[in-house]
């Protein structure tokens, strides 16, 4: 049997409080299990997609933008426990061969199910594309504002210096026109 977690430690675990993990399951869609209780557990594989959505949300994307993402990653079969996609690089997930994925749905699959589990790979790969596109214009758009702030901060300066200068030529021309008016007078 896997382990599982309460609220609290997936807090825990995770950095996020218990109540956006529960604001995320409810906006996202997911299917959190639940004891005979009723009360909320959560799976290894559940930490690493809370995980994923942490670091998509501090990457700048929306929950409505992660929601079109996940729907293939975290809606899983019941029972199933592994992710066939790895959503994003990390240190608590234990990656899950192609090739093991490949024999277990191999095992598992009856012959008209064979062309469902193609268009499933076909949209994983555009899943993982967008990612990866994605990844690439929060980048680009990263270094844009950094290179906008500096041109900014570069602009900034030289204005100041500017202001500086006419200030100084003010109080010069001033001490000028004082020294021509005592001369005069």
Known sequence: ??????????AEMTGVKSYVLRYWEDELDLRIGRNELGHRYYTGYDIQLFMNIKELKSRGLQLKAIKDLLPKIAHRAPGSTESKIKLLEGENTEAVS???????EAEMIEPG??????????????????QEIL??????????????????RSLDAAIRRQQLARKEAAVSAEK???KKNKVHN
Do not use: S
């Not at 049997?1 to 609290?8: A, L, W």
């Not at 990844?135 to 702030?149: M, P, W």
């Open 135 to 152: 990844e690439r214009l929060i980048t680009q758009e990263i270094h844009a504002k950094n290179d906008g702030e500096a041109r900014c």
């Open 113 to 130: 199910e064979r062309e469902d589990i193609l268009d499933n790979r076909r949209e994983n790969e555009k899943i993982l594309e967008f």
């Open 98 to 104: 192609e090739e093991n994925v490949q024999q277990k």
């Open 1 to 10: 049997m896997e382990k599982r977690y309460t609220v609290t430690q997936a």
């Open 176 to 178: 000028r026109n004082r």
